[in-house]
Each structure stands twice: as structure tokens, then as C-alpha cells.
């Protein structure tokens, strides 16, 4: 089993910054993809960001291109997610989750392993 633990959320005003980190353990795969997503109250959890395993494929959503940033760490099993001139709009429940394809995936339905997630919250 693999399990994954995000951390560095928090409460942030307007126009301010967050990086989030999600550490991998257990029965990694050898290699794996990971994506960043998040899930407001009432709505469907969406993908932000994704990344393949060796890091050189990037996909962003629209709603964080030029703001947000993945990178990953292989040898730490560790992925971030820098976050930069945050919006009330980016208030959720932050995932990250890694699916068994190395390629990269940024469909909800291609991860198959979730962290539990943590909150984000942007005061205006």
C-alpha cells in the first residue's frame, strides 16, 4: 500500500504565497506520476497540476497556470505545489495523489492513490 500525506496548508491573505508538499511512503511504485488537485465545498474535486516521473512533462490547469508550480524530488519520494498570488477563488481541500503510469496523467480517473488532503484557505 502506498500512502501519501500533504502538508503546509494554511490560512493566507490575498496576493499571498503557500507551498505545498505531499511525501510518499509505504510500497512506492518504482516509478509513478503525481497530480495536485483540490475540491471547494459544493463542487467537483478538480486537477490543478500534474507531473511525470521524470519531471520534464508538466500539465497546469488554466485557473493556476503562471501562479502555481509543481516540482518533484524522486530521490525524497516528495512532490510540491509552490503557490503564488493566491485568490479567495483558490480556497479547498488540497489532494495530491500518484498514479502507476510514469507518463503524464491529469484525469482524476488515472490516480490511484490519494492523500487525505489539507485545507487551504485565501482571505480577502
Known amino acids: 500500500q502506498v500512502q501519501l500525506v500533504e502538508s503546509g496548508g494554511g490560512l493566507v491573505q490575498t496576493g499571498g504565497s503557500l507551498r505545498l508538499s505531499c511525501a510518499a511512503s509505504?510500497?512506492?511504485?518504482?516509478?509513478?506520476?503525481t497530480g495536485w488537485f483540490r475540491q471547494a465545498p459544493g463542487k467537483e474535486r478538480e486537477t490543478l497540476a500534474a507531473?511525470?516521473?521524470?519531471?520534464?512533462?508538466?500539465y497546469y490547469a488554466d485557473s493556476v497556470k503562471g501562479r502555481f508550480t509543481v516540482s518533484r524530488d524522486n530521490a525524497k519520494n516528495t512532490v510540491s505545489l509552490r503557490m503564488n498570488s493566491l485568490i479567495p477563488e483558490d480556497t479547498a481541500v488540497y489532494y495530491c495523489?500518484?498514479?502507476?503510469?510514469?507518463?503524464?496523467?491529469?484525469?482524476?480517473?488515472?490516480?490511484?492513490?490519494w492523500g487525505q488532503g489539507t485545507q487551504v484557505t485565501v482571505s480577502s
Open positions: 495523489a500518484a498514479s502507476l503510469s510514469s507518463g503524464l496523467v491529469y484525469d482524476i480517473r488515472a490516480f490511484d492513490y
Open positions: 509505504g510500497r512506492t511504485p518504482s516509478v509513478y506520476a
Open positions: 507531473i511525470d516521473w521524470s519531471g520534464e512533462r508538466i
